[in-house]
């Protein structure tokens, strides 16, 4: 699914209008609803920092609108294959169903990634259990990893601010 696409689908998900979506993030009133309404039917495509806005108005992580464009079956199947090549997943039949299946073997596997596939799993089975609401199990898939309690998950401060600690604290090292 292409970025206007998501951007289309989270905004309905939301109960927004193309213009209060388009005020949120900025836009003059006058221009708000053909503004989105461009970024929508991808004739425009938002940068980076707008992309940012977006996922902050919808409450969810940038990364859930930048999935790779995925919108046709033929493009499905290359995400697929390259999934295959990179993480080792493969496709198999059992009992007449196909399954997705990770290859932790793979030398270029990550075991983060199993992790990570263990945690959206024991998410959705908690969705088909009952345990947690349809609307619990699409804000744990939206913001992730924002609510996973499985893994630790560490904020690295931006090279600025390490820079500028170092230099703050340049003459105290210097007398260790």
Not at 73 to 79: A, I, P, Q, S, Y
Request: with cysteine.
């Amino acid at each position: 699914m292409a970025i206007g696409e998501r951007i289309r689908f989270f905004r309905n998900l939301r109960g927004m209008t193309q213009k209060y979506l388009g005020i949120q993030v900025g836009f003059p009133e006058k221009t708000a609803d053909i503004r989105m309404a461009q970024y929508e039917s991808g004739s425009r495509t938002p940068k980076a920092d707008l992309t940012n806005n977006l996922a902050e108005v919808f409450g969810i992580s940038s990364q859930a609108l930048t999935v790779p464009d995925i919108d046709s079956d033929l493009g499905l199947m290359h995400t697929l294959f390259t999934l295959e090549d990179l993480y080792g997943m493969r496709a198999e039949s059992v009992n007449g169903e196909i399954h997705l299946c990770f290859d932790e073997n793979k030398p270029t596997a990550s075991k983060s990634v199993f992790q990570m596939l263990a945690a959206w799993a024991e998410q959705a089975e908690k969705y088909r259990n009952g345990e947690i609401t349809k609307e619990q199990y699409d804000e744990w898939r939206y913001t992730y990893p924002k609510l996973d309690t499985t893994q630790t998950w560490a904020k690295v401060p931006s090279q600025e601010l390490s820079n500028t600690m170092v230099e703050a604290f340049k003459d105290k090292l210097k007398n260790m």
